[in-house]
């Protein structure tokens, strides 16, 4: 056991750099010698890409002289995919893709900075918050319907989704240190910026990012009191805000309606759904070969039903490996929050991961009815730059508790000795329990 | 610190989920691929509601039975054929459920979990599919039965290969008639294989199963006096018989399908011994054809008295067989008491020459006979053509059987029956031959079963 994780710990970067190079020039060569017209377009696009991955990793690594980019392979492996698939559909796309991951890579090592000293974190909370209140309002006022949602702003000829911005703000503002947890225990001022930001998301009609925010408060409630009966509490609380917005609006239910009916109405409410179904079939595990897809010609192909495309041109396998790859982000955000020099990174991190695996879920097994459809993005392979933005930043909560990690030169800034319970019961509690039980006996 | 990080391990109850989502992903695919592959909004396979390309079905001489050109779904050459084979081969659209079309559609259209429709695209085609129908018998049968309903199977009981299943009405399929729709009496059932999913009233050719139940339960029931006076009573009523048949002995009462002798027969035998014959030859249970499920039949004695009783052992009262039962427990007399279930697709060819699928004959384990019951059926069964029916009206095919004339509701003619099979090695062949309301057994089914197998010899 010991010797593989010494294994693991000792592997090539650049071996596996190489790797990932190697797969993304097999997945790229389709499409480039598909069409002579568009390949001169499409070569400098993923020779940039390539160059951006060796780039990062040589700089990365001489300056942190760190060699467990785990992590960020797993990244790109998922953004060359995204970048494929969106040249395979338009050159236009694939650009504009390109750029996102490179403000995504710049979003990650930004937030890495200010992520590095807790102090400014903790100290920067409040006014994200506010800032982030203010967005969702702002979108609100401003936003017009798209899709059904009004969760767009355009900007300069970019559309840009806010509530992807609110994400990374959630879990920042939700992370907290121990020192933090110690001298308050309530979640009340949390639990009013997330009531504020869900609420706000309701009104833009976008129940699936609302989903994903609540979940994301459960996780991080969780981490930061490890109390099941407040979460219990919210739960049961949420349970009943969601049976109001039902009873007073009903277009919300029938929204869902479809669910496990698809068949029934192929052509209108399970239309996406049972065509990504229909042509994952068709694939089979192998896929028919990039481009050579039908599912790509319904609407929305590349950026919600992408892990159907996926799935029938590049095989069910393939579909199976990138779900493993979510997988292994939630593991490593895992065992990396243990390691962590602070509790603000190891809630981060957890939360982070949480959050990609859960709309990672709500994507692939909603366009498949395993769950409702709700709309929600596929992180790091959805055509779409604020999603791609997000994910890489969100991937730095995961990616600090990783780097500053507790080691033996530097002590943790609270020793070790200092008394654990972080409960929001008040031991006093536990000891009437205690008592009663002894009367009753 | 220490909380925090081991909190952090709840979230593998995320990834567990998650993993579980993949799993059962997998799984739906695997159960499901084939049905939603073959949707007909799946642009791979279709184009404007017809599939593209699907593979071909022969004939067991290779004639073609169904082949695409294009989008055109071409069927055989002969008309005769085209109508005869109607209900083995299938349509397109679906109307025909037990037919190859419907039944083997992933196959047709090229797809398998493994490949998805990757070999479709690839060699633009589906799977071939090879029968083992006889087109001669086919359509000697088609042309035998003329404008009459029913049916004609014939299978080999020594490996399960279903040379003729033909059911009538029937249609030519390259000219569908416009008044399907319109001309219900003509067209009734038109869509059904009558051969694995009808039931009839059997009539007298469910004494094969009463003589079973007095073989195995009357120790001297061949040397026994019985004397037939045109009817039999009963505690509660009468059972006729159409002819006064005088004193005869059991092997006699068989050949001249005495209804006094096996009426009192069977209730000698109670109705415990005689339903489970029934049971034991599966007149309850439905079974495969390939992957077409045959209808379940229908004998039941629950709520039965003496006269109820009398008319179920020769096959009246509520009882309903299928012909395709009926068949099988023939092969199964011919074969020493060993049932094979029978099969129509000989194997299926991939585009890429490979046998995917090979038909295989499986020991039915619904039906039952004995070996030493198999053969004195089989003599009684053999005695019945020479001594009552006839070897000239088969020649040359050493036949044994047992007609029926089953009555039906009242104003209408019984269905015509004859069950039976081939005692020649080279000959291994089994046949049923049902014509609804075509009168008597004996006179209207006989020379139709002659005919189809005389078209194998």
Known sequence: ?441 | MKHTTKRALALYVLVVAFFAGAVILTVTLYVNGGNWASNRVNRHLYSGGQLVSAGSIYARDGEVLAKSDGAKREYAKNKALRAATLHTVGDTAGFIATGMHSVYKQELSGYSFINGVYLLKEYGRGSDIYLTIDPKASIAAYQALGNNKGTVGVYNYKTGEILCMVSTPTYDIANKPKDIAENLEKYEGVYMNRFISGLYTPGSVMKVMTAAAAIENIPDIYTRPFECTGKLQTASGVVTCPSVHGKLDFEKAMNKSCNSVFAQVAIELGKEKIQAQADAMGLNAAFKVGRAMTAKGTFSLATANDLDLGWASIGQYTTLTNPCRMITIMGAIANGGVGLSPFAVDRIVSPTKTVTQRGTTTVSTVLTINAVTAQKLKELLRSNVKNSYGDSRFPGLQMCGKTGTAQVQDGKEPHAWFVGFSQRADLPLAVVVVVENGGSGAGNAIPIANKVLQALV
């Open chain 1, 1 to 441: 056991m010991k010797q593989a994780v010494v294994k693991i710990n000792n592997y090539k970067w650049w071996l596996m750099l190489a790797f990932v190079t190697a797969f993304q020039l097999l997945s790229a060569m389709p499409v480039v010698f598909e069409d002579k017209q568009a390949s001169a377009a499409l070569v400098p696009i993923f020779a940039g890409l390539i160059a951006v991955e060796w780039a990062y990793f040589i700089v990365n690594r001489l300056i942190t002289k760190r060699q467990d980019f785990e992590l960020e392979m797993i990244a790109f492996l998922l953004c060359g995919t995204s970048i494929v698939i969106a040249a395979s559909v338009n050159t236009g796309y694939a650009l504009k893709q390109l750029i996102a991951v490179l403000l995504g890579l710049a979003a990650h090592i930004v937030l890495l900075i200010i992520l590095r000293n807790v102090d400014t974190a903790m100290f920067l909370r409040v006014p994200v918050a506010f800032a982030s209140i203010g967005l969702l309002v702002l979108n609100l006022l401003l936003a017009k319907v798209t899709n059904g949602t009004l969760n767009w702003i355009e900007v300069a000829g970019f559309s840009i989704q806010p509530s992807e911005i609110v994400k990374i703000a959630f879990i920042f503002v939700g992370a907290v240190t121990l020192e933090k947890l110690q001298s308050t225990q309530s979640l009340t001022k949390y639990l009013v910026f997330s009531v504020t930001c869900i609420g706000a998301l309701f009104l833009m009609r976008d129940f699936g990012t609302a989903l994903i925010f609540f979940f994301t408060f459960v996780v991080i409630a969780f981490m930061r009191s490890g109390d099941i009966r407040t979460l219990f509490f919210v739960s049961t609380g949420a349970l009943l805000g969601a049976g109001l917005v039902m009873y007073f609006k009903p277009y919300v239910v029938t929204r869902f309606a479809t669910y496990r009916h698809i068949w029934e109405s192929i052509n209108e409410g399970g239309f996406q759904q049972t065509r990504v179904l229909i042509y994952t079939a068709s694939g089979g595990l192998f896929g028919l070969g990039i481009g050579k897809g039908k599912l790509r010609d319904i609407y929305a192909a590349s950026t919600d039903l992408v892990f159907g495309v996926i799935c029938e041109e590049w095989g069910l396998l393939l579909g199976l490996a990138v779900l493993t790859l979510y997988g292994f982000l939630a593991v490593y955000a895992i065992h990396a929050s243990r390691r962590a020099s602070s509790t603000y990174y190891s809630i981060a991190a957890v939360s982070a991961a949480g959050l990609l695996l859960f709309q990672a879920a709500l994507n692939v097994y909603g366009i498949t009815d395993l769950l409702p459809l709700t709309g929600v993005t596929l992180p790091f392979v959805s055509r779409g730059g604020t999603s791609m933005i997000c994910s890489w930043a969100l991937l730095a909560f995961i990616k600090s508790a990783d780097l500053y990690r507790q080691n033996n030169n530097i002590k943790p800034s609270v020793p070790r000795a200092q008394p654990q319970n972080t409960g929001r019961l008040p031991s006093t509690g536990n000891n009437s329990n205690s008592t009663g039980r002894r009367q009753s006996g």
